[in-house]
């Protein structure tokens, strides 16, 4: 992709990228036992800085082990999966969010049949995240973030002026308070990672300098 504005966080500027489906990458699972759709990634000199993409879990195995990352497993379609890890088993159902380190990989199996995921990867320490699956309805106010990304996987969902419709995803750099719309029955997907102590971050060509720490 093309190269766009570097982003100077004192400046409070927002730069919106609405990604179609289309160009969404089909990539192997790191392991081989499936397949993902990479949405968006961030790197810096040290590598993987966090990404972001769909999965689907087609039958039974172990995830890919990713030491010092953690990871953000959100189920968005299908019934979910019962994930194993060393304490125990941990059920994620549709619309569920758990969050867990990359390594050990957990063993995955399905609940009821394949289900999809939405997978979060953020390299330890290199800011804060969150991310959930929402409803549409009452609009949604959401504070400022380094980054903030709507997968819309229901309806046309509304970020300010820009629209979202259904499979696409919006990705705002330097995004001040804003108000998320989406129609009722809607669901979508919601990320918000704030302040990367990385500087010289790389998003698909887009550099961002190093974050002032006001998001």
Request: hydrophobic share 40%.
């Amino acid at each position: 992709s093309g190269r766009c504005a570097d982003f100077q966080p004192q400046d409070r500027t927002e730069v919106m990228r609405l990604v179609s489906t289309s160009a969404y990458v089909r990539t192997p699972w790191k392991n081989g036992g499936g397949w993902s759709l990479e949405i968006a990634s961030a790197s810096d000199e040290m590598g993987l800085v966090w990404r972001f993409g769909l999965a689907d879990i087609e039958r039974d195995g172990p995830f890919s082990d990713y030491t010092g990352v953690l990871r953000r497993f959100s189920i968005v379609a299908g019934a979910g999966v019962r994930l194993t890890f060393p304490d125990g088993p941990v059920q994620v159902r549709r619309d569920e969010t758990h969050t867990f380190p990359g390594a050990p990989a957990p063993g995955c199996a399905l609940i009821e049949g394949p289900s999809r995921a939405f997978n979060l990867l953020m390299r330890e320490g290199c800011g804060a995240a969150e991310s959930a699956v929402v409803g549409g309805g009452p609009d949604i106010d959401i504070g400022p973030a380094r980054v903030l990304v709507v997968h819309a996987l229901q309806g046309v969902w509304r970020l300010g002026e820009m629209a979202v419709p259904t499979g696409d995803t919006l990705i705002g750099e330097g995004v001040g308070a804003s108000r998320l719309s989406g129609p009722p029955g809607g669901r979508a997907v919601l990320v918000a990672i704030r302040c990367p102590i990385d500087h010289g971050l790389v998003i698909e060509g887009c550099v961002m300098p190093e974050c002032s720490c006001a998001y």
